[in-house]
C-alpha cells in the first residue's frame, strides 16, 4: 500500500463512472430548504444517501431534528479507532437553493446530471453535494487501502439548512460539543480562486444583511402638482446611501471597517490573482478600498453592497412622487470588525449626516467572521499535501470572500478550519445552470485521497509540533 496507490484509486472511482452514478442520485433529490414542502426530503438525504454511505465505512450514525422550530435535519456521525492519535472533524450541508427549473437553459433539469464537455450541470453539482460526495469517496479509498486503519477518528457533521442561514448548528454543536471534540476541522465548500489552481482557505467573511427604508407618507402624489414641494424618497434613500459609501465603492463609515490589513493577510494575497478565467466579469480597477489590490479589497477588507433598490413603480413608472423607498444591502467583513454594531453604527452615522427619516433594521442571519492564522502548522502541512499530489502550488486565502457558518467551528468548537474548494468562480453556484468542471472533481478526488493518506502518516506529528508552538508563544 502507497499514497501513489490511494491516490490511483481516488482516480478510478471517478474514471469507472462511481463518482457520477454517485452524485447523479443526489442531484436528483430536490433538497429545497428554503420549500416547506421539501422537508420529508431533506430527512430522505441523510437516511438513503449519506448515513448508508457511511456506516459501510464503519461510521456510527445518528439524525437529529433541528432544535428551532421548522429547521431542517442534521447527520452526526463518528468512526472511532482504539488507539488514535488524533480526531478529525468534516462538514457538508446536503440542501440546495431552490432550482428555478423554468429558468435553466433549453436541454439542462436542475435535477439531472447533464454533461457538456468538461461541465457537469444540475442543481447541487458544485454546492455542496459534489463537494462532499469527494470527501467521503476520497476517504473511503484510503480506509480501503489502509485496511481500515487510519490512526485517527474521523467525525462527521451534515446539515440540511446552509441555505437558509444554517439555522440550529450553533445550537445542536453547542449541545453535542463533547460529542465533536477534535483536533482538526477540514471540509470543502466554496470556489477555487481559479478552475486550475488548488485553493485553500481559512475561514470566511461574516455576512451582515440590512434594510434602509424610508416611508415618507401613505402613497403618492402627481409629480406636476407636487414636484418641489414633498420629499422624495428615492432621492433621499439614494443621497443616504451615498453618505455610506462614495461613487467609487470606498465604505465612508469607519466604524464599518477593520483597524488594519494585518501583515501576515497582506503576505498571503500577495501573489493571488482574482478573475480573468473566460467566464468572469473584467475586475474594475478603480472600484473598492484605494490602495488595495483586488485580492485584498475581496479577501483581506469589507465590503458594502446595494443588492436591490425600489421605490414607485419601476415596471410601470407614472407621473408621481412616490410615498416610498427601500433598498436591501449587505456587508461584508473580516476578522477585527466591530460586527456586534454594524446597525448601531450605521444609525448613528445617518443620524449625524442628517438621514433621521432612513430607517435601518437587520434582515435575516448575520454570519461572523472567522480566520485562522495563516502561519498555523496545520496550513503548512495541508498546502505541502496539496502540492504533493498536484505539482501545483495552491493558493492560500486567508478567507473566503463569502461567507460560512466557520465560527460554529473555529469559535464554538475550538478548532483550527481548513476549507479545501472542489467549485471554481464560474460555476453559477445559487444560478440557474449550475455545475461543477470534470477536470477539477477529478484532481480534488486526488487531492483528498493524499490529504487523508498523509493525514494518517503525518497528522501526529503536526499536532505535536503545533501543541509546542502555541507553548512557546504562552510562555513568551
Known amino acids: 500500500?502507497?499514497?501513489?496507490?490511494?491516490?490511483?484509486?481516488?482516480?478510478?472511482?471517478?474514471?469507472?463512472?462511481?463518482?457520477?452514478?454517485?452524485?447523479?442520485?443526489r442531484v436528483a433529490m430536490r433538497t429545497e430548504s428554503q420549500e416547506a414542502a421539501s422537508r420529508p426530503i431533506l430527512y430522505r438525504y441523510l437516511h438513503q444517501e449519506i448515513a448508508p454511505e457511511l456506516e459501510?465505512?464503519?461510521?456510527?450514525?445518528?439524525?437529529?431534528?433541528?432544535?428551532?422550530?421548522?429547521?431542517?435535519?442534521?447527520?452526526?456521525?463518528?468512526?472511532?479507532?482504539?488507539?488514535?492519535?488524533?480526531?478529525?472533524?468534516?462538514?457538508?450541508?446536503?440542501?440546495?437553493?431552490?432550482?428555478?427549473?423554468?429558468?435553466?437553459?433549453?436541454?439542462?433539469?436542475?435535477?439531472?446530471?447533464?454533461?457538456?464537455?468538461?461541465?457537469?450541470?444540475?442543481?447541487?453539482?458544485?454546492?455542496?453535494?459534489?463537494?462532499h460526495t469527494i470527501n467521503f469517496a476520497a476517504l473511503?479509498?484510503?480506509?480501503?487501502?489502509?485496511?481500515?486503519?487510519?490512526?485517527?477518528?474521523?467525525?462527521?457533521?451534515?446539515?440540511?439548512?446552509?441555505?437558509?442561514?444554517?439555522?440550529g448548528l450553533k445550537q445542536v454543536v453547542a449541545q453535542h460539543a463533547q460529542r465533536l471534540q477534535s483536533d482538526v476541522f477540514i471540509a470543502s465548500d466554496g470556489p477555487r480562486i481559479d478552475a486550475s489552481t488548488p485553493t485553500m482557505f481559512l475561514g470566511s467573511r461574516g455576512g451582515c444583511n440590512f434594510d434602509l427604508r424610508v416611508n415618507a407618507r401613505a402613497g403618492g402624489h402627481h409629480s406636476g402638482n407636487w414636484g418641489g414641494l414633498l420629499r422624495n424618497p428615492g432621492v433621499?434613500?439614494?443621497?443616504?446611501?451615498?453618505?455610506?459609501?462614495?461613487?467609487?465603492?470606498?465604505?465612508?463609515?469607519?466604524?464599518?471597517?477593520?483597524?488594519?490589513?494585518?501583515?501576515?493577510?497582506?503576505?498571503?494575497?500577495?501573489?493571488?490573482?482574482?478573475?480573468?478565467?473566460?467566464d468572469d466579469p473584467p475586475v474594475d480597477a478603480h472600484w473598492g478600498e484605494p490602495g488595495m489590490t483586488p485580492a485584498e479589497r475581496v479577501f483581506g477588507w469589507n465590503t458594502l453592497e446595494v443588492l436591490a433598490f425600489k421605490t414607485g413603480n419601476p415596471e410601470a413608472p407614472v407621473n408621481a412622487i412616490p410615498g416610498h423607498a427601500w433598498a436591501h444591502c449587505q456587508i461584508r467583513f473580516v476578522v477585527g470588525s466591530d460586527e456586534q454594531n454594524f446597525i448601531a453604527n450605521l444609525r448613528a452615522h445617518l443620524d449625524a449626516h442628517a438621514y433621521a427619516d432612513v430607517e435601518v433594521t437587520l434582515s435575516g442571519?448575520?454570519?461572523?467572521?472567522?480566520?485562522l492564522n495563516p502561519d498555523d502548522e496545520w496550513v503548512r502541512w495541508g498546502l505541502a499535501s496539496m502540492q504533493k499530489t498536484s505539482a501545483?502550488?495552491?493558493?492560500?486565502?486567508?478567507?473566503?470572500?463569502?461567507?460560512?457558518?466557520?465560527?460554529?467551528?473555529?469559535?464554538?468548537?475550538?478548532?483550527?478550519?481548513?476549507?479545501?474548494?472542489?467549485s471554481y468562480p464560474a460555476c453559477s453556484q445559487h444560478a440557474p445552470n449550475e455545475h461543477i468542471l470534470a477536470s477539477v472533481s477529478r484532481e480534488a478526488l486526488q487531492i483528498m485521497a493524499g490529504l487523508f493518506w498523509d493525514l494518517a502518516e503525518q497528522g501526529a506529528?503536526?499536532?505535536?509540533?503545533?501543541?509546542?508552538?502555541?507553548?512557546?508563544?504562552?510562555?513568551?
Open 140 to 167: 473511503a479509498q484510503v480506509m480501503q487501502l489502509r485496511g481500515g486503519k487510519l490512526g485517527y477518528n474521523v467525525k462527521v457533521i451534515l446539515e440540511m439548512g446552509e441555505e437558509t442561514g444554517s439555522p
Open 1 to 25: 500500500m502507497s499514497r501513489a496507490q490511494a491516490i490511483a484509486q481516488a482516480s478510478a472511482y471517478f474514471d469507472q463512472g462511481h463518482f457520477m452514478a454517485a452524485l447523479q442520485k
Open 56 to 131: 459501510r465505512m464503519g461510521f456510527t450514525c445518528d439524525i437529529i431534528d433541528n432544535p428551532l422550530p421548522g429547521g431542517a435535519p442534521f447527520l452526526l456521525a463518528e468512526r472511532l479507532e482504539a488507539g488514535a492519535a488524533f480526531t478529525l472533524l468534516t462538514y457538508g450541508h446536503g440542501d440546495v437553493v431552490r432550482g428555478y427549473d423554468q429558468q435553466w437553459r433549453e436541454g439542462l433539469n436542475p435535477w439531472e446530471i447533464v454533461v457538456e464537455g468538461e461541465r457537469w450541470y444540475g442543481r447541487g453539482s458544485a454546492d455542496n453535494k459534489g463537494q
Open 236 to 278: 433621499r434613500l439614494a443621497n443616504a446611501i451615498a453618505c455610506l459609501i462614495d461613487g467609487k465603492g470606498r465604505i465612508l463609515v469607519p466604524s464599518l471597517l477593520p483597524a488594519s490589513l494585518p501583515a501576515s493577510v497582506r503576505n498571503a494575497l500577495r501573489d493571488v490573482k482574482v478573475g480573468g478565467g473566460p
Open 461 to 476: 506529528q503536526v499536532l505535536a509540533r503545533r501543541s509546542a508552538s502555541h507553548e512557546s508563544s504562552h510562555r513568551s
Open 365 to 371: 442571519v448575520q454570519f461572523s467572521a472567522t480566520r
Open 392 to 422: 501545483k502550488t495552491p493558493t492560500l486565502l486567508p478567507n473566503l470572500g463569502g461567507s460560512l457558518p466557520n465560527d460554529v467551528f473555529s469559535e464554538v468548537l475550538g478548532l483550527p478550519t481548513l476549507w479545501l474548494p472542489h
